[in-house]
């Protein structure tokens, strides 16, 4: 391509290849989403590449195609997968997968690895980010991480100590909205 296409090319490519593209996740059409991130990306592929830009018009053209085919039922906003909570099935799967080929192909640092598979575990089992329990770049309080002393392990009250009676205490102190 020697040129870049215009707004008006780029609106009519983006309203043919939805009759073209086969839907995800068993959806009678592709996800609206799925449109806009795929116009945005070629829009920013295109200024690399011709220091393109659109118009406000042509812009706004877009948009309104989008906008069209939502209405007329080419596009869908239903969502092409349910989110899941990770499991213990699948986090265990994802660790061994992360050691064994850690083991397999060799490492930089384990300490990365490590890092990595207990960041699957504390997420799954805290439910939360990565963020709550780590230091971001801008974080600026005390201990914006995860420390041993806010772990509390315990085993329940007029048990056996027993690893199925071991109760766990986290604090979280850098939740998100929390801080």
Not at 25 to 52: C, M, N, Q
Not at 161 to 170: G, M, T
Request: proline fraction near 5%.
């Amino acid at each position: 391509m020697t040129k870049p296409p215009t707004g008006t090319e780029l609106e009519r490519f983006a309203n043919t290849i939805v009759d073209k593209v086969d839907p995800r996740g068993g959806h009678r059409a592709p996800s609206y989403r799925w449109l806009k991130s795929g116009i945005e990306t070629a829009i920013k592929g295109l200024l690399v590449v011709y220091d393109f830009s659109l118009t406000p018009h042509e812009t706004s053209r877009i948009q309104s195609m989008t906008q069209a085919l939502l209405k007329a039922g080419k596009l869908t906003n239903d969502p092409t997968r349910i989110k899941q909570w990770a499991g213990l099935v699948i986090v265990r799967a994802m660790v061994e997968s992360y050691l064994i080929k850690a083991l397999n192909e060799g490492t930089v640092c384990w300490d990365n690895i490590l890092y990595r598979t207990a960041s699957f575990v504390w997420m799954s089992a805290l439910q939360c980010r990565v963020g709550d329990f780590m230091k971001g770049p801008l974080d600026d309080q005390p201990l914006p991480f995860l420390a041993w002393k806010d772990i509390e392990l315990r085993f329940e009250r007029g048990h056996e100590e027993h690893l199925s009676n071991l109760i766990a205490r986290v604090t979280l102190r850098n939740v998100k909205g929390s801080k």
